[in-house]
């Protein structure tokens, strides 16, 4: 089984310092790793994924995660934190298919981002 | 990409009631997936909706609860039975595209509330 934690359901930062979201994932085989952001009252939109491509990943919005196998880790990283940012960011993981895409997602608990001005 | 609707987006319903959300996608997908989202928490995969087959649902989620439809590549539909105020949540219906990569791709949500 697949599984993700994320460290931390609340983080705080200034505007303009660094945003560090961690996620740490499980799984048997190489893992296909998402970040997904969650505006108020919206649905979930994809802000990057990890294919087994390159091991740092650039995203939507000036974030970038790295994947680290020997830390089993998907962390996301964004330099300079926004105003806009504010919102909760999911990890989450699934299993490549040989024959068709990948298996169903497995969600994080979530980390509820909040800027302080 | 692909960009999905739900509706209704929100609703209160009493308890002991049915509802029934429908997902419409903007082009023909294979897989469509129904997710919970309960108040403060993550998300948890109801069931997949493959069109032309039965929905597999995963632990904890029944058939007679929580009946999917998936009459076509572009619809599906979730209905919420004999609710309860436990059922009070956001369902998200989400579409897996197969391309370079493999994503999915969620619509804006229903949120429900029963009392």
């Known amino acids: 089984a697949q599984s993700v934690t994320q460290l931390g359901s609340h983080v705080s930062v200034s505007e303009g310092a660094l945003v560090l979201l961690r996620c740490n994932y499980s799984?048997?085989?190489?893992?296909?790793l998402f970040w997904y952001v969650q505006y108020p009252n919206q649905g979930l939109q994809l802000l990057l994924k990890?294919?087994?491509?390159?091991?740092l990943v650039k995203g939507i919005n000036g974030f970038e995660a790295e994947f680290k196998k020997s830390e089993t880790s998907f962390h996301l990283t964004k330099p300079s934190a926004h105003m806009s940012d504010a919102a909760e960011y999911f990890c989450?993981?699934?299993?490549?298919?040989?024959?068709?895409?990948?298996?169903?997602?497995?969600f994080g608990t979530g980390t509820r981002l909040t800027i302080i001005p | 990409s692909a960009v999905i609707s739900q509706k209704p987006s929100r609703d209160i319903c009493q308890r002991g009631t049915s509802l029934t959300i429908q997902c419409q996608v903007d082009?023909?997908?294979?897989?469509m997936f129904w997710y919970r989202q309960q108040p403060g928490q993550s998300l948890t995969l109801i069931a997949t909706?493959?069109?032309?087959?039965?929905?597999?649902?995963e632990s904890g989620f029944v058939i007679d609860k929580f009946p999917i439809s998936r009459p076509n590549l572009t619809f599906s539909t979730l209905t919420v039975s004999n609710m309860s105020p436990e059922d009070s949540s956001i369902y998200l219906c989400?579409?897996?595209?197969?391309?370079?990569?493999?994503?999915?791709?969620f619509g804006p949500g229903t949120r429900l509330t029963v009392t």
């Open positions: 989450a993981v699934s299993r490549p298919l040989s024959n068709f895409g990948n298996e169903k997602l497995t």
């Open positions: 989400s579409v897996g595209l197969r391309g370079e990569t493999y994503e999915q791709y």
């Open positions: 799984s048997s085989v190489p893992p296909y």
């Open positions: 082009s023909q997908v294979t897989m």
């Open positions: 909706a493959n069109q032309g087959s039965e929905a597999t649902y």
């Open positions: 990890y294919t087994s491509a390159a091991t």
